[in-house]
Each structure stands twice: as structure tokens, then as C-alpha cells.
């Protein structure tokens, strides 16, 4: 699994990371996969878990337009809920994932 938080605006930023590691599971030989996942506009600790109130409040410190606080929380509940399900895949699979 490759999680990436990025202060960027832009999933696309992340690409050269995840050509590197696709290339590096391709190297390692058929039976190894990555899966990425990547969470944009997160510039401090903790912020993928605040409210889009506090969001609201942090955006203006971070130069981002405060109405993008109520979407980038939805997206970073998801983001949680998808690496919440991915360990617990990988833990019920026995680190690894098949």
C-alpha cells in the first residue's frame, strides 16, 4: 500500500511517486501489487481528521478558499474509511493481500 498525503491541490502531483512504485512491484515479479492511495490539500498534522468547521478556519491560514473546507471533509472521511478498510484487509489476509 502506498498512502500519500499531499499539501498539493492535485492528485496528479503524485504521479512520479506511484510510477516508481508500480515499477518497483512490476521488478519484484507478478504476485506483488500496489495500491495508492492519496489524500490532497493536507498541509497540517492531524488535518485529514478536523471537522469542516476547523477546516473552514485553517483554509485562510493556508492561502485556500474556505469553501472548499465542507468538500475536503467529506473526501478525507473517505479517504479514512478506505485506509481503515485496506489495513483491515491486509490484517485479515495475513499481510498480504491476494
Avoid at 8 to 16: C, F, I, K, L, T
Avoid at 35 to 48: E, P, Y
Avoid at 78 to 86: D, I, M, P, V
Wanted: negative net charge.
Amino acid at each position: 500500500m502506498l498512502l500519500l498525503s499531499l499539501g498539493s491541490s492535485r492528485d496528479d502531483d503524485a504521479r512520479p511517486i506511484q510510477e516508481l512504485f508500480n515499477f518497483l512491484t512490476e521488478v519484484l515479479g507478478p504476485d506483488n501489487s500496489v495500491h495508492s492511495v492519496i489524500g490532497t490539500r493536507l498541509a497540517v498534522t492531524g488535518q485529514v481528521a478536523m471537522a469542516a468547521e476547523e477546516l473552514r478556519a485553517l483554509y485562510p491560514k493556508l492561502g485556500l478558499p474556505e469553501q472548499l473546507a465542507y468538500e475536503d471533509c467529506k473526501k478525507n472521511r473517505l479517504l479514512l474509511q478506505t485506509c481503515y478498510a485496506l489495513g483491515k484487509e491486509l490484517a485479515q489476509a495475513g499481510g498480504t493481500k491476494k
